[in-house]
């Protein structure tokens, strides 16, 4: 699976762009696809202290980050790229029309990253699932 992402960046590169378009987007892209209002939100499962939809997409993105670069030294430069991404895109909100800033989107956002930063980790010092 890891050499097939690493092969294909730019799979990671277009949810990249598109999680960026669907961030900076006013109202909800989401919400006025499937609902045709751009002020209702698609919810994956309640929130409990933070946005869970928020720390699925930030799963999400971070496994396809750390598989589309596994074999690189430079983890480092994706986990800062990550962490930087999911601070500033909700900071953003603060000036996007119909957007606001919310404490459990932003916490939701690093939680996301900070799990996935952390399982690499623990793969990486116990091994890869080796034969």
Aim: aromatic residues 20%.
């Amino acid at each position: 699976m890891s050499k097939f992402f690493s092969t294909y960046k730019v799979i990671f590169y277009t949810i990249n762009i598109s999680l960026i378009i669907l961030y900076l987007y006013p109202g909800s892209l989401l919400g006025q696809i499937i609902y045709d209002n751009k002020s209702l939100q698609p919810q994956i499962t309640p929130d409990f202290v933070i946005s869970s939809n928020h720390f699925y997409v930030f799963i999400f993105i971070s496994i396809i980050g750390f598989l589309t670069f596994s074999n690189s030294k430079k983890n480092i430069f994706l986990i800062i790229y990550l962490i930087f991404l999911s601070i500033t895109l909700e900071i953003f909100h603060l000036a996007i029309p119909e957007r606001s800033f919310q404490w459990s989107d932003l916490f939701g956002n690093l939680l996301g990253v900070i799990v996935v930063i952390l399982l690499n980790n623990f793969i990486n010092k116990y091994g890869r699932f080796k034969k």
